[in-house]
């Protein structure tokens, strides 16, 4: 089945009603990526790249102008059009001028969630400078836990991307949100809830000087089944304690349990955009009812039917069954 640059719209703990826009297609590797971090919820990297010049599948400024103007109208009530997607976006260094030419024809924000894997890169920051929100991952200060979690191609060193996120804050372009994402363990394997990594945490955040930091932990199923979420007490802790260093008018802790009315979406096919929306983002039945705004009796043959083609798999975890792109 082939899938489409556009997806969704997907409801989203931090973006609201957001419409997806993946710039890297799928192809002999199920995702291009610099990371395989352990909590990824699309799985394993097959093989991790370490520039844009490696990357394949990239789409073009005219495939994703075409796919917005044929979508875009048939969604209402959008908070922002989102670069992200299976693969990491900064790795298609056109995205700069896709932002430009989105600009042209929509007047919805555009954001780019990103890994932050090429922040020491100009170019990348050029490109990043002309949304309106950038939600940049750190999930350590130190240089060990960083490479234990996000497990990043050679060459890629925490410095470099914390360096780059300060020069990326002070072009004072878009709104720059660090995505915290913290992580717990069944076993001893490295995370960074302790106390020492918050500290370290909160130096490197006081450095950079981020417009906001996003508290939150993995909802759905991770990469490795040894990663599990950390408590929300211990998320509250750590908001708290961020609130006390960092300043709390831009400290925000994302719980999971999001509601929201339905949109108005005009649908055309309905396979192809389910399965659009699983490929990019794991969902349970519920989740894809409601951010596709698809009735329960409509979608249940849908699912079983991209099960039973092997097209999505099922996984159970301590939220409920998943369904992720095989």
Not at 26 to 50: A, T
Not at 66 to 90: A, M, Q, R, W
Not at 104 to 125: A, G, Q
Not at 286 to 298: A, F, P, T
């Amino acid at each position: 089945m082939k899938s489409r640059i556009i997806y969704g719209p997907i409801l989203s703990r931090r973006l609201g009603r957001s419409l997806g826009i993946d710039v890297i297609k799928k192809g002999e590797f199920r995702k291009n990526c610099n990371f395989d971090c352990v909590y990824c919820q699309l799985g394993h990297v097959d093989w991790k790249i370490s520039t844009p010049s490696e990357a394949t599948g990239l789409v073009t400024t005219e495939e994703v102008i075409d796919g917005i103007t044929n979508y875009h109208k048939k969604v209402d009530d959008l908070d922002y059009i989102t670069f992200s997607g299976t693969c990491e976006p900064t790795l298609n260094l056109e995205l700069g001028n896709m932002i430009e030419q989105i600009r042209k024809i929509s007047d919805v924000p555009i954001c780019v969630i990103t890994n932050s894997s090429l922040m020491n890169r100009e170019d990348v920051r050029k490109n990043l400078s002309k949304a309106d929100l950038v939600v940049a991952t750190l999930v350590s200060g130190n240089e060990d836990t960083f490479q234990a979690i996000n497990r990043p191609a050679p060459g890629i060193e925490l410095q470099d991307i914390i360096e780059g996120l300060r020069e990326l804050q002070k072009m004072k372009g878009p709104k720059v949100a660090i995505e915290v994402m913290l992580l717990d363990s069944s076993n001893d394997y490295p995370t960074n809830s302790s106390e020492q990594e918050i500290e370290k945490l909160a130096e490197v955040l006081r450095y950079i000087d981020p417009d906001e930091i996003e508290v939150l932990t993995t909802s759905r199923p991770p990469a490795e089944d040894f990663i599990v979420p950390v408590s929300e007490t211990r998320l509250k802790e750590i908001a708290q304690k961020f609130d006390e260093e960092l300043g709390r008018e831009r400290v925000r802790l994302v719980l999971k349990g999001l509601k929201r009315k339905r949109s108005n979406i005009k649908h055309e096919n309905l396979v192809d955009e389910v399965y659009d929306l699983i490929l990019r983002r794991p969902c349970t039945f519920e989740q894809v009812v409601q951010s596709l705004d698809i009735d329960k009796e409509d979608l249940s043959p849908i699912i079983e039917g991209l099960v039973e083609e092997q097209k999505i798999i099922e996984i159970l975890s301590e939220n409920g069954m998943y369904y992720r792109a095989a």
